[in-house]
């Protein structure tokens, strides 16, 4: 039996927010662009659905704001922080960007189901669901595509540039021998999603307990989207001990959890995320490179992986399209990637890792002072200096205008 072969200038791994978003600038550029996903649709649960003002500032800028706006969301201006049932102080989206004085909540596949039926408009735009790579095409030491388990058997995809955009579990990464230079487990979050109260609004919540920390963040239309933050291991013997004590935790937690808790029976309804950030030692190799999760994973505090991957998939575009033009898809022409993005990547992860020591610990001293290091910091101007760094764009990036829908 002959094994489809397919042939693009682009292969890209993922149709994730970095996939999508790459594959639909280079096709829009002019270049021939297959974006393989291994799920049937874009249908996923628990994914990043807060989008920062800095994603939609950088939507701004390739003229695709005003359309994704379109699609059903929920602007988010204000948060704040809860040391048990107490209020502690509040911080905001709305204060740093007169333009955009909000986060959006869309949950993903809105999200991606908008960018494809963008990208699709695009001759040079192709796309295959239910494509699982599951090995690379090599020519002698360039990575020259891969091979993908599609619904009709093995497909080959050969290209001049294969781009691993497959998440924090990346088959391309692995595949090609990429090594982390650094990864840091701050704990797990545990997911789980009730029924929004008639009073709650928009707010998005840190709250500290005696018990856990909890991220609560309203889920478009009508949920809340609930993830309580367990140190390493803490997991396994939260579920060893059965789920009455958890269950009497989650209903002293917070009055909004109480119909979900009295109705649960075991653990079932729970998500485990283990909250890691990592970086990729080095992101490219001859005809491949690394965007996204894949080469630079960003842990769910600040809620800023989408912004990041996204803004790395930009970039990605102008490297890899002035690469194809040169005829030069060598490593160090594609690491100027890494060299742009790397060292704000850096900055994000260390603010997230001490961030993320004081919601995922046992620790009774943390705990104790967690409640006034929350004050404190919504009170000075330390929590917005942070916010401004990692929800914001420092600078409009440069984006040629052979990459935008103006
Ligand atoms: C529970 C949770 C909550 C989060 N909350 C937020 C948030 O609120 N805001 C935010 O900005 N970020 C958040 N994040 C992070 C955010 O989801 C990621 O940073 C972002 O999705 C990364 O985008 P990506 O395109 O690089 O990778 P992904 O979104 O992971 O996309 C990778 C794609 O590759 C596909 N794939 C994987 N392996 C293969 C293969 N072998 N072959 C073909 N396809 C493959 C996957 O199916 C997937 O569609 C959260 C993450 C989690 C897990």
């Known amino acids: 039996m002959s094994i489809e072969t397919i042939e693009k200038d682009v292969c890209i791994v993922g149709g994730g927010p970095a996939g999508m978003i790459l594959g639909m600038l280079l096709a829009k550029a002019g270049k021939e662009v297959i974006v393989l996903e291994s799920h049937d649709n874009f249908d996923r649960e628990y994914r990043g659905e807060v989008l920062q003002p800095r994603f939609l500032q950088l939507m701004e ?18 948060g704040a922080l809860y040391y048990n049932d107490k209020r502690k102080g509040e911080f905001s989206f709305s204060g740093f960007s007169k333009d955009i004085p909000y986060a959006l909540w869309m949950p993903q596949p809105i999200l991606l189901q908008a960018l494809y039926d963008k990208a699709a408009e695009l001759p040079g735009f192709s796309m295959r669901f239910h494509a699982q790579v599951k090995e690379l095409l090599h020519d002698g030491d360039r990575i020259a595509g891969v091979t993908a388990e599609g619904a009709q058997g093995p497909v080959h995809v050969k290209a001049k540039v294969t781009v691993g955009a497959d998440g924090r579990f990346s088959a391309v990464r692995r595949l090609g021998g990429f090594e982390f230079e650094y990864e840091h487990h701050a704990g797990d979050l545990i997911w789980f999603t ?3 109260p008639e009073h709650w609004g928009d707010e998005l919540r840190i709250q500290i307990s005696d018990g856990h920390g909890y991220i609560i963040l309203p889920k478009y239309p009508n949920h809340l989207q609930v993830g309580v933050a367990v140190p390493v291991e803490e997991w396994k013997e939260i579920r060893e001990h059965g789920i009455q004590p958890f269950r009497e935790e989650l209903l002293a937690a917070n009055p909004a959890f109480r119909a979900f808790a009295e109705e649960l029976k075991d653990f079932k309804p729970f998500v485990l995320l283990q909250v890691k950030d990592f970086l990729v030692k080095r992101w490219a190799k001859d005809g491949c490179l690394l965007i996204g999760d894949a080469a630079h994973c960003a842990s769910p505090v600040g809620a800023v992986g989408v912004s990041l991957s996204v803004t790395t998939a930009v970039m990605a ?27 704000e990547i850096r900055a994000i992860h260390k603010i997230q890792v001490r961030g993320a020591k004081m919601v995922f610990t046992s620790t009774p001293f943390i705990r104790t002072i967690a409640p006034i290091l929350l004050s404190l910091a919504a009170k000075t101007k330390l929590l917005p200096a942070i916010q401004r760094r990692t929800l914001l764009m420092a600078h409009p990036l440069p984006i040629h205008e052979r990459f935008t829908f103006k």
């Open 61 to 78: 800028q390739i003229g695709l704001r005003a359309y994704l706006e379109s699609f059903p969301s929920s602007k988010l201006t204000c």
């Open 194 to 196: 009730v029924p929004k």
């Open 317 to 343: 575009a102008d490297v890899i399209y002035d690469a194809l033009e040169a005829g030069d898809v060598s490593a160090e022409r594609l690491d100027r990637v890494q060299e742009q993005r790397e060292e």
